[in-house]
């Protein structure tokens, strides 16, 4: 395995768990709802995941237990926003609030042990293909999921009618109850669907990346997710892209940090040179660097008042309640 | 099968108005007894040392405002921020970016000991906050950027920065390689208000200052009145001539202001100097006594109070009978919930319905 190929597999690693959650939170949003509770779900799965794999020693129940978690915690923000139409903005805060919270105190007893990690997947002859072979056919299983998710949303938003009825309730309510759709129904279910989501991709944190539990782990992930799904514009394939993006920012970042410039000498000037300057950035502002191109980002991509109003859910954030 | 229906009230209750944060209270610590029964411990015990046993000695009562002052200065600007429908998340950063800017004078010049260093250091901290918390403000106003995740996302780069601050250039030379600077002189320390029996500083005078100017600026001024009508309605803002753009740069510059203070206040009066972590998460707790207290100074004041005693009681309930003193924060966060669901109480009638009950309605509209 050479140099490239190693950081190309920590990438798809770094970038799979923004990949789930943000698939999770764009069905949510297609459906009209925003919900500001990926982190809170997020954490909660990483915990809930790494206690599950931990205990029973499988971290495929972890991964189950997640998904679990995820959706049952998920129904608290459905319950107060759908059926108590609470305002929406403050209800999502209130569940990554009360996520970090809980997660914190059920995650004490966990803190510090080794974790179950789940193994990459083998394919004999496939895998030790050179260069594409480990990136392709030798990663984790939770990779070959978020890929499958991705094709299945897209599949399923634009090619099913139970997709076109989820967008219809995100793009305006009050026809589609008009026309006998139920919903709430629907968003509830689009919400669990998330939670889902959210918690696989926290279990991804405390099972693949960095199988261990350590308080708040998800440092800001589900609210990345949540700028990717702006950034997108609530469209599947470009949260890929997005997610990708990301991941190689944050690897690229951790890697910069890391590497040893006496052993780079080989290297062009120019490049040895651009490497040198980054090296003696702070490590802090490197660290940093995953944040401001969220805000950039996010800048790049609103400016545009036009383009963001015709792409955007227009039921997003809008509390509903039936008039019977 | 049992159904809940909302009945929108002609007009909001006043009665729940007032009843919702008790409502709120009340089930928060119904769950929370559950909660300690579950964790095996009394909870009849367990309440009293997490809710009053922090409140039986004079220098509890001074540890109580310690920590209410910044949660109190946080929330009151940032419910000028909710009431504007501008949602700062940020609070935390701006607090961490008030703190190192008051911090400028007494790490860098210390020997400058005037009257002038306290007054200077504040100004500078409020400064440092607000013009932090301008930034996603600019950016909402001028490029539509949503300032929930702009807001969130300059925390982690506020306290990265931090980070930097006092492992790198303000290290104390003298400090044996510890991520802290040197220690403030005496006269750029907030002087405590009773120093005899505890250590509440002027912090806690700042923060019911604070709050009451900013009531009597939303409930009597036009600028307060501005705030009003473009959160509850910016079109019927624009008609009135307001400017909604300077509008969010206002809420979020006095948020920023008041979070930046409450920073330099907290580094200055309670830690001396300035180290990797200088808050206990104030700036999102404070998110919970904004809407605790409706969102109103004077209530604030008293949800200030609220959460701060759930600080004290979780450490006291660690000391005590070994509970984690994490669970304040679940606490902090079902409380949240429970404000949230309360407040719907204010605007509509909750009518439950069993299915027998919408079958007999069923019957009779056919009949």
């Excluded at chain 2, 001396?272 to 808050?279: C, T, Y």
Aim: glycine share 10%; with cysteine; charged share 10%.
């Amino acid at each position: 395995m050479n140099i490239l190929e190693a950081v190309l597999i920590t990438i798809v690693t770094a970038s799979t768990p923004l990949l789930i959650a943000a698939m999770g939170e764009l069905v949510v949003e297609r459906s009209g709802v925003l919900n500001l509770g990926v982190e809170g779900m997020m954490v909660m799965g990483s915990v809930s995941g790494f206690a599950a794999a931990y205990m029973t020693g499988s971290p495929w129940l972890g991964a189950l237990a997640a998904i679990i978690v995820g959706a049952v915690f998920s129904l608290l923000f459905a319950f107060l926003t759908l059926t108590l139409v609470t305002n929406q903005v403050a209800t999502g805060l209130a569940l990554t609030l009360l996520g970090l919270g809980l997660s914190g105190m059920l995650g004490e007893p966990f803190v510090g042990h080794p974790g179950v990690r789940m193994d990459n997947i083998h394919i004999p002859g496939l895998s030790d293909l050179p260069l594409v072979g480990g990136l392709l056919f030798g990663e984790d299983p939770l990779f070959y999921i978020s890929i499958l998710l991705v094709i299945a949303v897209s599949w399923f938003l634009f090619k099913t009618r139970a997709g076109l009825t989820l967008r219809s309730v995100g793009d305006n309510h009050g026809s589609a109850h008009a026309l006998g759709i139920p919903v709430i129904g629907i968003r509830y279910l689009a919400v669990m669907f998330g939670g889902a989501c959210a918690g696989l991709a926290g279990a991804q944190l405390s099972l693949v990346y960095t199988p261990q539990w350590v308080e708040n782990m998800t440092a800001g992930r589900g609210w990345i997710a949540l700028a990717l799904v702006v950034f997108a514009s609530w469209r599947p394939w470009r949260v890929f892209a997005g997610a990708y993006l990301f991941g190689a920012l944050t690897i690229a970042q951790l890697h910069v940090q890391a590497i040893d410039l006496n052993s780079l000498g080989f290297l062009p000037g120019p490049f040895y040179w651009l490497l040198a300057a980054l090296k003696s950035v702070p490590t802090q502002f490197l660290s940093s660097l995953p944040y401001l191109a969220t805000i950039v980002v996010l800048v790049l991509i609103s400016r545009n008042r036009r383009l963001t109003m015709v792409n955007t859910p227009a039921s997003l954030g809008r509390a509903f309640v039936p008039d019977r | 099968m049992m159904r809940i229906e909302l009945i929108k009230r002609p007009q909001h209750s006043a009665l729940f108005s007032a009843l919702s944060p008790i409502i709120a209270l009340v089930l928060t610590l119904v769950f929370g007894a559950i909660l300690f029964a579950l964790l095996g411990r009394n909870p009849v015990t367990a309440m009293y040392i997490y809710f009053v046993s922090p409140l039986t000695q004079v220098w509890q009562i001074h540890e109580l405002a310690v920590k209410a002052a910044p949660l109190i200065l946080i929330a009151v600007g940032l419910a000028v921020c909710y009431r504007s429908n501008n949602w700062n998340i940020g609070a935390e950063g701006q607090l961490t970016m008030g703190a190192i800017a008051g911090s400028i004078l007494p790490v860098l010049v210390p020997e400058y000991q005037g009257v002038f260093l306290l007054p200077l250091m504040l100004i500078m901290g409020m400064a440092g906050g607000a013009l932090y918390a301008a930034i996603p403000a600019l950016l909402k106003v001028r490029f539509n950027t949503n300032e929930i995740l702009s807001s969130l996302m300059l925390v982690y780069v506020a306290q990265l920065f931090l980070d930097w601050v006092v492992r790198g250039p303000w290290r104390d030379p003298q400090g044996y390689n510890f991520p802290q600077t040197i220690q403030f002189s005496d006269a750029a320390i907030l002087p405590e208000l009773f120093p005899a029996s505890g250590r509440a500083s002027w912090a806690f005078v700042f923060a019911i200052v604070a709050a009451l100017i900013v009531w009597f600026l939303m409930a009597k001024t036009l600028k307060g009145f501005e705030v009003k009508v473009i959160g509850q309605s910016p079109r019927a803002g624009r008609f009135a001539g307001f400017s909604t753009g300077r509008m969010v740069l206002f809420a979020f510059m006095v948020s920023g202001a008041l979070a930046g203070l409450a920073g330099i206040s907290e580094v200055s009066a309670t830690i001396n100097q300035l180290q990797p972590v200088i808050s206990p998460g104030y700036g999102f707790t404070a998110i919970i006594v904004a809407f605790l207290g409706r969102l109103n100074p004077i209530g604030i004041i008293a949800a200030g109070l609220v959460l701060a005693l759930s600080y004290l009681g979780g450490e006291a309930a660690q000391a005590a009978i070994g509970i984690s003193d994490k669970t304040a924060r679940v606490f902090q966060g079902m409380l949240l919930f429970f404000v949230l669901a309360s407040d719907t109480l204010i605007y509509y009638r909750i009518r439950l319905i069993t299915s027998r009950r919408a079958a007999g309605e069923a019957a009779l509209e056919h009949s």
